[in-house]
Nanobody, 119 residues
Framework: VQLQASGGGLVQAGGSLRLSCAAS????????MGWFRQAPGKEREFVAA????????SYGDSVKGRFTISRDNARNTVYLQMNSLKPEDTAVYYC?????????????WGQGTQVTVSS
């Protein structure tokens, strides 16, 4: 599985960004796709996840109501729409793919994309 994340950048507080994760290397029908983030000096944090087949979603508490995860099956791409961004959203964002029933740690991780939110 190969994952290519893109879309990060610098944005002012209150602004929006959309991250993309292009997936390749297999069919993903049984997979769960997720986004994690890690800020300097902080633990890695779960952001959002979506099941590839049914499109069921889940979110970390800190992003609920502001971020939306979605997928485009035809393009094998997962998106993270981030609205009402805050300085505390600043982090490297990672796209992850795992099969159902296994841990995120044993999934496939992309290279990360930097998101910086200025106050």
């Amino acid at each position: 599985v190969q994952l290519q994340a893109s879309g990060g950048g610098l944005v002012q507080a209150g602004g929006s960004l959309r991250l993309s994760c292009a997936a390749s290397g297999r069919t993903f029908g049984s997979y769960v796709m997720g986004w994690f983030r890690q800020a300097p000096g902080k633990e890695r944090e779960f952001v959002a996840a979506i099941t590839w087949s049914a499109g069921s979603t889940s979110y970390g508490d800190s992003v609920k109501g502001r971020f939306t995860i979605s997928r485009d099956n035809a393009r094998n791409t997962v998106y993270l729409q981030m609205n009402s961004l805050k300085p505390e959203d600043t982090a490297v964002y990672y796209c992850v793919a795992r099969e159902g029933g296994i841990s995120w740690n044993t999934g496939s991780w992309g290279q990360g994309t930097q998101v910086t939110v200025s106050s």
